[in-house]
């Protein structure tokens, strides 16, 4: 977007070693060389500096290995950082693992949004950006579709994941009420590019198919997502930051919705692997059927639109993965 700003800003990253705040970082970097980036990141199993790399020497940039839950940890951060701006793409992310674990998603994902943002009232800051999902939605018929979900769509969790989320999406705006917190919150469907950890469907297909070995299709594969490349993504958080109003949500998605059997095949014939190496396993409790996006208010008001199409935007994915062997090596040890 490059809305360029004369002054100096801090801003705080949290969870920026992952799949789409590392994009986030990199591409705030390139495009306002005036501000400063500190990215707060536990390291999980999902974070990892090597998505970090071409940045960690830049001199605007500041790494802290933390936890948002660690109310101590995140004050000092701010005692000594006082970031104008925080953007929180920390969380459990993995809907199958939030299955296995539930109390994890809700300690990260709702009770360290309510840590950094008691460190933004203490500490005052002009913007608390929420990093949220469409998946707050629950999912849409597979038989209509003509429904789409609109920032007014009723909150329907239907993972301990996006139960989490929403939580916090909640606990967000009672926060911009009661202590009128600057806050925004911003909703989108699923990403897919590069740094993603190959748990998720897109680079998991990649890398499986790479080695020739079986591709887990869930169901009937016939659940459908709204993919948008994370880049696109990116640049909306941006417009937001600089364009959006306090105390409201924008929903980003693209119109691209996919099957995810589409998806899969289609990744088979980029890289030449037989479709015989698909295998369909039992469905994930709860699958949510179909997600899709309205995403009227940010094109209207913020005058957001996706820039890569799906086909361009697969292949560069697909590319970044097939060049990007010894980050693979060190993300899956
Ligand atoms: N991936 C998607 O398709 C998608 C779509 C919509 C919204 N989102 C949301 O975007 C955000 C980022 O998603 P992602 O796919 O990049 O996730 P990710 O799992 O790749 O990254 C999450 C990052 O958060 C860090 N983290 C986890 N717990 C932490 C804690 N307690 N303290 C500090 N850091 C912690 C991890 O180390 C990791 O670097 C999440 O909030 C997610 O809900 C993701």
Redesign the pocket.
Known sequence: MNIQTQNTRTLLI??G?????SNFITYMLENYPNDRIIC?????Y??NLANLLPITEHPHFRFVN????DRDAVYQLFEEEHPDIVVN?????HVDRSIETPELFLQ?NLL?TAVLMDACRNYGIHRYHQ????EVYGDLPLTRPDLFFTEQTPIHASSPYSAS?ASADLLVLAYHRTYGLPVTISR????YGPH??PE?LIPRMIVNALKEQPLPVYGNGENVRDWLYVIDHCKAIDLILHKGRSGEIYNIGGHNEMKNIDIVRLICTELGKSEELITYVADRKGHDLRYAIDPTKIHTELGWLPQTSFADGIRKTIQWYLTHEEWLNIILS
């Open positions: 949290t969870g070693a992952g799949f789409i705040g707060l990141d536990k390291l999980t999902a974070g933390g936890d948002i839950c793409f920390a969380a459990e992310s990260t360290g990093i949220s999902t469409d989320k989108c469907s699923n990403n993603q950890f998720k």
